[in-house]
């Protein structure tokens, strides 16, 4: 068959098409396997571009920066008011304590170190190395924190520089308060502190800056393992009558003072009444006669004290300290308040606790009704 140049065109326009068609199909077909290919263009003066599959490996996640042993102890707190201190100094080696703010601080370490006596926390390293009483702080004072946390620096002097300083500690020994100049008229009339007198006390103390040492700061006193200023003082005020919760815990928790009442508990089960009273042990049931006359705990044996001695701490929720009803002890007793895991007994005897001090006779400076704050000033400066 002869066939025209005609359809000789004809025929060779579709073979070309239909190889067009088939190529674009086989691009389609690798693009969509994931297969790299280059797009076909028909002008000369386009370069082919390349087209990359997605990756199928995952971006690796960065690691955390770990946490301060300070935030996390934070981190695991659930007090919003939660405070992390730390603590350090040189052979400092101590891990951070939860506290609290607007609380007192609560059971700060107390490190011994074998050549030398622990001065106490301060606010700065400048504070710790003058040995600023001013700024040192311990449990009479309130937690104050920045962004939850805060460092405390220690001090640190020579047992020669703590023998010399020669620091004898009264413990002020109140009981009852009046609001009458003239005081009471009654048996008891000796005990009772006119409510003015005693604020000027107060006053006198906290406007001296007067260091407040805990009960666990003053057995390490005694032990010549802790050094405190010659104004030191502890408060004190026997069986928390109610003269002292109406009229005077009030005084003491408006000037911020640390003061111990020691509380029958057989008679009061109520907690403190302000956060700058700490409540101690006056017995449970010990303060009363026994068989001759003089306080039971002069008249029951070692394990009878013991036990009594438990049921007050239970109460209380602190051992740590016990005032003797009417100052009365004995062998026994002792052996009763060891027992009983207290570490210090309060006698009424006079006098001031030094180094050496036997820890379950702590004398006292006993507050009698017309002493002013003149007589306080005489007796601790």
Known sequence: MTVTRAEHRRRTSRRVRLRRTLVAASAVALIAGGVTVFALTRGPS?????ETAPSSEPTPTPTPTPLSPAEALLASATDPKACAVSFTGDG??????????????????????????????YATAADASALSTAERVNGADLVACTERQRTLYAGWTTPEANTSE???????????????????????????????DFDAQMAHIQDG???LPTWDEVSA??????????????????????TWLEMAAPIVDRRNLLTTSFVITSARTEPTPNRFVMQRSHTHDMHRAGADGKGRMVNDDADTIAADLETSAKILGAK???????????????????????????????????????????PVVRIDYGMTVEDLQAKIG
């Open 46 to 50: 386009t370069a082919p571009v390349a």
């Open 92 to 121: 400092i080696a101590l891990g951070p304590q939860l506290q609290s703010e607007d609380v007192r601080y609560d059971a700060l370490p107390l490190p011994r170190a074998d050549g030398r006596v622990f001065a106490g926390w």
């Open 166 to 196: 020669d620091t004898e500690l009264p413990i002020l020994m109140y009981h009852q308060f009046t609001q009458k100049p003239e005081g009471e008229d009654n048996w008891l009339r000796g005990n009772y502190a006119y409510i003015g």
């Open 209 to 211: 800056k007067f260091y």
């Open 221 to 242: 006193f005694i032990d010549g393992a802790l050094y405190l200023p010659k104004r030191s003082v502890v408060i004190t005020d026997d069986d928390a009558d109610s």
């Open 320 to 362: 740590e300290v016990v005032a003797y009803p009417f100052g009365h002890y004995n062998d026994s007793t002792k052996e009763g308040v060891r027992r009983a895991g207290f570490e210090l007994g309060r006698t009424i005897e006079p006098g001031y606790v030094r180094i050496g001090t036997d820890k379950l006779a702590l």
